[in-house]
Each structure stands twice: as structure tokens, then as C-alpha cells.
């Protein structure tokens, strides 16, 4: 990978650089759908899916785009990442919200949904994905468990399968753990969370996370839930459970602070801004357009939490019909603006996109038809 670009912590920290405003008038909406300007923004139809971990950020971006944009009726279907890239590849849908990069045959296959060139993705989203649990006597108290990618690795694989079991005491001496046993709690469907939990896994814990990588579970451990709110629907029901979700969606539950380098790292925005500014965009994907963060899921970067999923929404630089392209480009536009990341962030804790990173963005936004 080559002339990677550098994600700085202060522009992480930073107010993103506003970019160009929403159009005044303009049409919109899913190919076919008639679509007319009105003095009230936008007008028509507009469908979206995808990523259940992006759902609260974004109700929150419907509720100020359409602020703007009083007649355009937009709808959002948390169908999980795989599902949402597999119906905007079908042409059902204008764009579609995914927590992993497109793969290089998805590119491919929309030459069959674009009117021309290849569908791109674009960085909209960042967030830690915590690793949550339910236990009595410790989640219920406030309390953080420690642990390193090792451990998380054998618990998630079935290799521990007591809470007190001595490598997770040993790296919690101030709090007595009881002999309960773990239950896993992994997603049932296919999901870029699964894909960038495992991934950290692969990266961080080599030894002890074997399986390629991929949007499904990989093993046969523990019990499955569906979506985001699903997992953490289970994990809170029953004593000893843990999982992975959206830090956004954790609630009361508790949360593993992660061994980087020789410290613990509490999960936070900030801790996540930390591990994104240490990490690259890669130059090499395949398709144009396209802007794809390399996450560093080993840093040792200080006070970096390294489980962090960036999520992005994909489009088509040009559509088959014309107004869905204006749509795409205005939404686009507000979502990764100054506005569209501070309203993502009352409503989900998610760290702002950092300056450099939007710029790339902006170019990308420019070059669509």
C-alpha cells in the first residue's frame, strides 16, 4: 500500500471544514420515481439501507436534511451491511450504509446498477465497537473488566468459558469475579460489525483467532441474535453474557477496557479518534472515487482504543435517473458536513470525521455526474 495518508489526532479533535451547502431546489429520488423542486428544498422519494450501527446517526440526518428539504420523504432500513449492499446492487434501493469497504466484485457488479462508472464508498460514520457484557455484581456496579486481544480471542472462540477463569482475573485483581459461566453473543446475520470485530481479532491476536475473515460468524460458539439491537436485547436478559455491538447502543451495560501496548484503554470517542489517527487511507482499492480507511487495529498509540468500525455509505457517481444523482450528491453533501457529523454525534457519541478525510470526500462528492 502506497502514499498512505496520515489521519492526524488534532484534525480528529478538530471541526470538520464545512463543505458546499444543500441546493436550493433539484429533484430526487429511487430510479423511475418522478421527482420536482419546490421552494421547499427536495421533493420525492428517497430509500435507503444497511448498517443497524448506523440507524440512530441515521434518523438523525433524515430529521436535519429534511429540515432543509420539507417534501423529500426518506426512509432507512436497518437490514444489516450485507443486506443493505445486496438490495442497492438490485437497484431497490438509492444508497446503501455498510461497516465494511466494498469488496472488489461488488464494484463489479454495479456496472449493472450505475449509469456509468462503479459505485463508491465514502467514510460517514466512525465508532468503537465495544466488547459488552452482563455480569452481576460488576456490570451492575459500573464496572470495567480489562482484558487483551488474547483473552477476548479465547472467550469468543469457547477456549474460556468462565468468568473467573485465571487470565481474566489476573488482569483484574481489584474486582473478585465470580465462577459464572460465558455465554457469547455474536451476530446472526451478516454484518461489517462481525467483519471489523474479527478483524481486530485477526490483527491483534493472531495466534488465537485463526478464521478468515468475513461478514458471518465464524464458529459455532455461543447463540446468535439479529442486528445491533438484537444482540444487546439478549446480552442484557441473561447473567455472563458478552458480545460486540455499536458503542452507541451499549447503554448500562458494561464494557471491556482493551490491553494496548501496557495500559487498559477504556472505550470512548476520543480513545477511537486516537486509533483512527493512527491509521491510513489506502491509495490501491480498486474503483474510483473510492475512500477507504485502513484501520490500525494494533496500535499503540496513547489512550487509543483499537476495535473501531468506520462506516460508510455507498452511491453511484451517475444513476439511471438523473434526480437520483442530485439526491445522492445533496446527501451525501449534508451528511459528512460540519451539521451532518455534529448531529450524528448528540445522537450517537460518534467521533466527527477528521478534516483531511472530508476533503478527500469532497472530491469524490464533486466528481459525481
Known amino acids: 500500500m502506497n502514499k498512505h495518508v496520515i489521519v492526524r489526532t488534532a484534525a480528529a479533535a478538530s ?8 441546493a436550493a431546489c433539484g429533484d430526487n429520488i429511487p430510479a423511475g420515481t418522478a421527482a420536482t423542486a419546490n ?7 428517497f430509500a435507503g439501507a444497511g448498517a443497524s450501527s448506523q440507524q440512530s446517526a441515521t434518523e438523525a440526518w433524515i430529521a436535519g436534511f429534511t429540515a432543509s428539504n420539507t417534501k423529500a420523504k426518506i ?3 436497518p437490514s444489516g451491511s450485507g443486506a443493505g449492499v445486496t438490495t442497492f446492487l438490485t437497484g431497490a434501493t438509492a444508497w446503501a450504509a455498510s ?19 462503479t459505485a463508491f464508498d465514502v467514510p460517514v460514520y466512525i465508532a468503537p465497537i465495544a466488547v ?11 464496572k470495567h473488566v480489562n482484558m487483551d486481544a488474547a483473552t477476548i480471542a479465547k472467550i469468543f472462540d469457547g477456549k474460556i468459558t468462565k468468568w473467573n477463569d485465571p487470565s481474566i482475573q489476573e488482569q483484574n485483581p481489584d474486582i473478585t469475579l465470580p465462577d459464572t459461566a460465558i455465554t457469547v453473543v455474536h451476530r446472526s446475520d451478516k454484518s461489517g460489525t462481525t467483519q471489523n470485530f474479527v478483524e481486530y481479532l485477526k490483527a491483534a ?7 478468515d475473515l468475513s461478514e458471518n460468524w465464524p464458529n459455532e460458539v455461543g447463540q446468535g441474535a439479529k442486528g445491533t439491537s438484537g444482540v444487546i436485547s439478549t446480552i442484557s436478559q441473561a447473567d455472563g453474557t458478552i458480545g460486540y455491538a455499536d458503542f452507541s447502543q451499549v447503554g448500562e451495560l458494561g464494557t471491556v477496557s482493551v490491553k494496548v501496548g501496557d495500559e487498559y484503554v477504556d472505550i470512548s470517542t476520543q480513545a477511537a479518534s486516537n486509533a483512527i489517527a493512527d491509521s491510513t487511507i489506502d491509495e490501491n482499492v480498486t474503483g474510483d472515487n473510492r475512500v477507504v480507511v485502513d484501520v490500525n487495529h494494533t496500535t499503540t498509540a496513547d489512550n487509543a482504543y483499537p476495535i473501531v468500525m468506520v462506516s460508510y455509505d455507498i452511491v453511484c457517481p451517475v444513476y439511471q435517473d438523473s434526480a437520483t444523482t442530485e439526491f445522492a450528491r445533496d446527501w451525501l453533501t449534508y451528511v459528512v458536513s460540519t ?8 445522537a450517537t457519541g460518534s467521533a466527527p470525521l477528521p478534516n483531511n478525510i472530508v476533503d478527500r470526500i469532497n472530491e469524490s462528492i464533486a466528481a459525481m455526474g
Open 15 to 22: 471541526a470538520i471544514a464545512l463543505l458546499t451547502s444543500l
Open 39 to 45: 421552494a421547499d428544498g427536495l421533493s420525492g422519494n
Open 75 to 77: 426512509s432507512y432500513n
Open 99 to 117: 461497516d465494511k469497504a466494498l469488496s472488489d466484485s461488488e464494484v463489479e457488479q454495479s456496472k449493472d446498477v450505475c449509469a456509468s462508472g
Open 132 to 142: 459488552v457484557f452482563n455480569l452481576n455484581g460488576v456490570s451492575d456496579a459500573g
Open 205 to 211: 491476536a493472531p495466534d488465537d483467532w485463526t478464521y
Open 339 to 346: 451539521a451532518g457529523q455534529s448531529v450524528a454525534s448528540s
